[in-house]
């Protein structure tokens, strides 16, 4: 057995952690240098270890020569209609798989969770033919609804295993006193289950902030660009690579998930470790 109460196993362990936090961190870390480095620094036969002169040049250039306004706007559009129209959709499902029973509930389960298993790609050469087919290619609307069809079933299972943990001795009181199923739900269920709902919340928007894939075939005109593509196709091209830019570019485009983190982490962390109702 290992055991961590020896001086040796203590240092073994430390250097353990060390070694993964600096797996985890270094790539972090040289995104934030290589954003404040010149050009110059940065194209260097040998590569410093930090910025020798600091600049904020590429933050100023891409805040107010290139088009990164934008794109962080068509992304926070999307994303957080996304997000909120998957949580919305995955807090009914969830609560009907926990606490209805009909036929076919753990098939329908089942089926929804397995497309999951296919890749984006599989799941984006059926997408993108129906999205032509109703006139919702190109549109913020086609790739609102391509981000709920991904995240829908995982979100959907992430609120009936909390919702299977909510007392039903509570739901029958309530009904007992002469409150409904949809009362029940908005005005006792819904309030106790601010932490999932959050996760949920934010698990959406992250899939949806970070896509590059789908927002790329499915969007075309660069005014509804996402963030992702956008940064691609003005700062890394067949013509252009500038990584200065592109560096400074995405530290920016991570700020909205850094800010909803550290707003919303004890509302994340208790929705993660959910499993009980107090």
């Known amino acids: 057995m290992f055991d961590l109460s020896s001086t040796v196993s203590k240092v073994v362990f430390g250097l353990l952690l060390g070694l993964i936090g600096l797996f985890l961190f270094f790539p972090l870390y040289w995104l934030a240098i290589?954003?404040?480095k010149s050009n110059a620094e940065l194209y260097s036969i040998v590569p410093t270890p930090f910025p020798l002169a600091p600049t904020l040049?590429?933050?100023?250039?891409a805040l107010t020569t290139g088009k990164l306004p934008m794109?962080?706007?068509n992304s926070l559009v999307a994303s957080g209609a996304s997000a909120a129209l998957n949580t919305l959709l995955a807090l009914y499902a969830g609560y009907s798989f926990?606490?209805?029973r009909f036929a076919g509930r753990q098939p329908v389960m089942l089926f929804m969770l397995s497309a999951q298993m296919f890749p984006f790609g599989l799941l984006l050469i059926s997408i993108y033919p129906l999205m032509s087919e109703i006139g919702?290619?190109?549109?913020?609307?086609?790739?609102i609804l391509s981000y709920i069809v991904f995240a829908l079933p995982v979100s959907t299972y992430m609120l009936y295993s909390y919702f299977s943990q909510v007392p039903d001795e509570l739901i029958e009181a309530a009904r007992a006193d002469g409150a409904s199923d949809l009362r029940i739900f908005h005005t006792i269920v819904i309030p106790i289950s601010i932490p999932p709902i959050v996760t949920v919340f934010l698990y959406s928007f992250m899939w949806s902030w970070n896509d590059l894939l789908y927002s790329m075939t499915l969007i075309v005109s660069d005014d509804k660009r996402t963030i992702g593509p956008g940064l691609l196709l003005t700062y890394l091209n067949e013509v252009n690579s500038d990584w200065g830019g592109a560096m400074a570019a995405s530290l920016l485009a991570s700020a909205p998930i850094?800010?909803?983190?550290?707003?919303?982490q004890r509302y994340f962390i208790q929705g993660v470790t959910a499993g009980a109702v107090k």
Do not use: E, I, P, Q
């Open 258 to 264: 850094v800010t909803a983190f550290l707003f919303l």
């Open 34 to 36: 290589s954003s404040v």
């Open 98 to 100: 926990a606490k209805y």
């Open 136 to 143: 919702l290619l190109d549109t913020r609307t086609g790739l």
């Open 71 to 73: 794109y962080l706007f």
């Open 57 to 61: 040049t590429h933050f100023v250039t």
